[in-house]
């Protein structure tokens, strides 16, 4: 693709060559010449003086740093994202359906639909427009899954799962599992009926080996927008609003709510029966024990240190109580005086 058209289609502003031909994408500090790089802030400036790439995505106040062709962009990283499928789109999945596919005969499928080897497709199924299904996939009874969404190999959706237009679910994917619901009785666990389903917006991306289990009455919900990292764990009846995103390894208990547009850093941990509020950032490996009531930044845990320092830091926590009374004793001894 020419940069003239890769500007038109990004619309933004286009220094330099218009004819100059791009046909890859690399960082700015390994691009060749038919490469398109990006850099979001003065941070980067050295690199970006110094790049062989054939066009570079800026900011307008590096445009003059850029030592050859650049793209001008009010959001550099955003016009990037939008630029990787111009340059590198997927390979279209040819409508039909394999011969070693299973599928009850109650399932409806659209003729434009691509099921793939070895599916398997459950009682009173829809599968939309444009649907992508690849190998091994396992599809309950009751599922639904509307246009245009695409589900990578060996993704399994339990009986009762919805999904809306656009999604992009990554193999290993289980939506639907029973949620962990049991009740102690004078015989053991005795596990209570997990029936609520799963319900999942449109454009949801769902990554590699990530959970979501079914309500237990209502169903697990979802939000339009929201975009799940890999092998993150999503108790029962849980509820994610719109365009929130969440890194991989974090586990959420069951029936908390997360209000939209938060950003839920990896390796966290969020208890259950607790309500985050919209605009919530979560720092990576923090422990959300209560309700976050209002927008912000939030974090908890102590930070890598060398381990000499982490020692001391740990053997101090230790002892902060008996060090707590020694000085509230100063003190009273103080006031005394």
Same mark, same amino acid.
């Given at each position: 693709m020419n940069l003239d058209d890769l500007a038109k289609a990004l619309k933004v502003k286009l220094c330099g060559d218009a004819t100059k031909t791009i046909t890859g994408l690399a960082p700015v500090d390994t691009a060749g010449e038919n490469d398109l790089a990006f850099v979001v802030s003065a941070k980067y400036k050295s690199a970006l003086q110094a790049t062989r790439a054939g066009a570079v995505i800026v900011p307008a106040a590096l445009s003059e740093l850029a030592p050859g062709n650049c793209l001008v962009s009010t959001d550099p990283y955003a016009s990037y994202a939008q630029a990787s499928w111009l340059l590198k789109p997927s390979k279209p999945a040819l409508p039909g359906m394999h011969k070693s596919a299973v599928v $009850?005969?109650?399932?409806?499928? *659209?003729?434009?639909?691509?099921?793939?080897?070895? #599916? #398997?497709?459950?009682? !009173?199924?829809?599968?939309?427009?444009?649907?992508? %299904?690849?190998?091994?996939c396992c599809l309950g009874s009751d599922v639904h899954i509307a246009a245009g969404c695409f589900l990578f190999a060996n993704v399994t959706?339990? $009986? !009762?799962?919805?999904?809306?237009?656009?999604?992009?679910?990554?193999?290993?994917? /289980?939506?639907?599992?029973?949620?962990?619901?049991?009740?102690?009785? *004078?015989?053991?666990?005795?596990?209570?009926?997990?029936?609520?389903? /799963? @319900?999942?917006?449109?454009?949801?991306?769902?990554?590699? !080996?990530?959970?979501?289990?079914?309500?237990? %009455?209502?169903?697990t919900v979802i939000a339009d927008g929201v975009i799940l990292d890999n092998q993150i764990q999503i108790a029962h009846n849980v509820q994610i609003g719109e365009n929130t995103a969440i890194a991989g390894c974090t586990g959420i208990a069951g029936s908390t709510r997360i209000g939209h547009h938060c950003q839920i850093?990896?390796?966290?941990?969020?208890?259950?029966?607790?309500?985050?509020?919209?605009?919530? #950032?979560? !720092?990576?490996? *923090?422990?959300?024990?209560?309700?976050?009531?209002?927008?912000? @930044?939030?974090?908890?845990?102590?930070?890598?240190?060398?381990?000499?320092?982490?020692?001391?830091?740990?053997?101090t926590l230790g002892k902060l109580d008996q060090l707590i009374r020694r000085i509230r004793k100063l003190e009273r001894q103080d006031s005394a005086d």
């Amino acid at each position: 693709m020419n940069l003239d058209d890769l500007a038109k289609a990004l619309k933004v502003k286009l220094c330099g060559d218009a004819t100059k031909t791009i046909t890859g994408l690399a960082p700015v500090d390994t691009a060749g010449e038919n490469d398109l790089a990006f850099v979001v802030s003065a941070k980067y400036k050295s690199a970006l003086q110094a790049t062989r790439a054939g066009a570079v995505i800026v900011p307008a106040a590096l445009s003059e740093l850029a030592p050859g062709n650049c793209l001008v962009s009010t959001d550099p990283y955003a016009s990037y994202a939008q630029a990787s499928w111009l340059l590198k789109p997927s390979k279209p999945a040819l409508p039909g359906m394999h011969k070693s596919a299973v599928v $009850d005969e109650s399932a409806q499928i *659209s003729s434009t639909a691509h099921i793939g080897p070895g #599916v #398997v497709i459950g009682a !009173n199924t829809t599968i939309g427009e444009h649907v992508v %299904i690849n190998a091994g996939c396992c599809l309950g009874s009751d599922v639904h899954i509307a246009a245009g969404c695409f589900l990578f190999a060996n993704v399994t959706l339990y $009986d !009762n799962v919805q999904l809306g237009q656009h999604c992009r679910i990554q193999s290993g994917a /289980v939506l639907g599992s029973e949620g962990f619901g049991y009740a102690w009785t *004078s015989g053991g666990w005795s596990q209570i009926q997990q029936t609520g389903g /799963v @319900r999942v917006g449109e454009r949801v991306h769902v990554g590699a !080996n990530t959970t979501i289990d079914c309500g237990a %009455i209502d169903p697990t919900v979802i939000a339009d927008g929201v975009i799940l990292d890999n092998q993150i764990q999503i108790a029962h009846n849980v509820q994610i609003g719109e365009n929130t995103a969440i890194a991989g390894c974090t586990g959420i208990a069951g029936s908390t709510r997360i209000g939209h547009h938060c950003q839920i850093g990896g390796a966290c941990n969020i208890v259950g029966h607790i309500v985050i509020a919209d605009h919530v #950032v979560v !720092n990576a490996s *923090s422990l959300v024990s209560r309700s976050i009531e209002q927008a912000g @930044r939030y974090g908890s845990g102590m930070p890598l240190l060398p381990e000499q320092a982490w020692r001391r830091s740990f053997v101090t926590l230790g002892k902060l109580d008996q060090l707590i009374r020694r000085i509230r004793k100063l003190e009273r001894q103080d006031s005394a005086d």
